[in-house]
């Protein structure tokens, strides 16, 4: 592992590549990868977002703008067709603004999937439980914020939604939660394992990934349908920052994601 870890364990998504320019000048001149394999790299975590940055800031500045002002035709008259969440054109912060947007846009290219940010991780898992919509939940131990999560979402859907171990038989329809390393034992859980039997069955598998960030783990080379990360955990290691992501591997699912399952 890269013996310089200690500079990305207390990143946040308002200084995700800011903490990193001292690597980065360190690794500027290598060679570029040939492979598509999700690296943590300076250059990668400085560079991920060029297609946002406008300027030559490193960090996105934190704006409280709620609006932006709208652009106008050529006619001088308002644009009727605009599209609130096309990250190069913000028009209301609850969309995009450019912390969330270049934050996402990093935390996709570390991750190598698609990412999407929320408010807390318990935000982002209640998001993937209304996306999956499960039959029963298999899940053993892990963070107790999440069980009661699970509480509210029963609360919220009609019929039962039973929850098995992680080693019960599974069925169609289940959702595998796995969360490894576990909080707080730091148990480690066989990621490749409850992928294969879960989709033998017929179900999905999130894993919360939270206690393993990038390049200590990347689940979707094991087989994840989506991956989960409480950012204010190591992702906002401050102690000044409530953060969730989820990551889904396809374009497709993140547009998904984005349109029906992140308010509004």
């Not at 250059?43 to 704006?63: C, K, N, Q, Y």
Request: aromatic share 10%.
């Amino acid at each position: 592992m890269d013996a310089r870890w200690w500079q990305y364990s207390s990143l946040t998504p308002s200084n995700l590549a800011a903490t990193l320019a001292l690597a980065h000048n360190r690794r500027c001149n290598m060679a570029p990868q040939t492979d598509q394999k999700p690296r943590l790299t300076g250059t990668e975590l400085i560079h991920g977002d060029d297609e946002l940055v406008h300027g030559a800031e490193v960090a996105p500045s934190i704006s409280v703008t709620s609006t932006f002002r709208a652009p106008l035709s050529p006619d001088g008259s308002l644009q009727e067709d605009i599209d609130f969440r096309n990250p190069q054109r913000h028009v209301y912060s609850r969309y995009t603004q450019s912390v969330s947007t270049r934050a996402e846009r990093v935390l996709s290219k570390i991750n190598g999937g698609f990412a999407i940010t929320y408010a807390s991780g318990l935000a982002a898992s209640y998001a993937a439980l209304v996306y999956f919509h499960p039959k029963r939940i298999a899940i053993t131990g892990g963070y107790p914020g999440f069980h009661n999560t699970i509480d509210v979402y029963k609360r919220s859907r009609s019929g039962d939604l039973p929850l098995i171990g992680l080693d019960d038989e599974l069925q169609p329809g289940d959702l595998c939660w796995l969360e490894t390393p576990l909080n707080p034992t730091g148990e480690a859980r066989d990621i490749k394992y409850y992928a294969d039997k879960v989709h033998a069955a017929g179900g999905k598998l999130i894993v919360d990934s939270t206690f393993a960030p990038p390049p200590l783990q990347y689940p979707f080379k094991w087989g994840a349908d989506m991956v989960l990360h409480s950012g204010t955990k190591y992702f906002g290691g401050h102690s000044d920052l409530l953060s969730g992501v989820l990551v889904v591997p396809t374009e497709a699912e993140w547009k998904i994601v984005r349109d029906r399952y992140r308010f509004p």
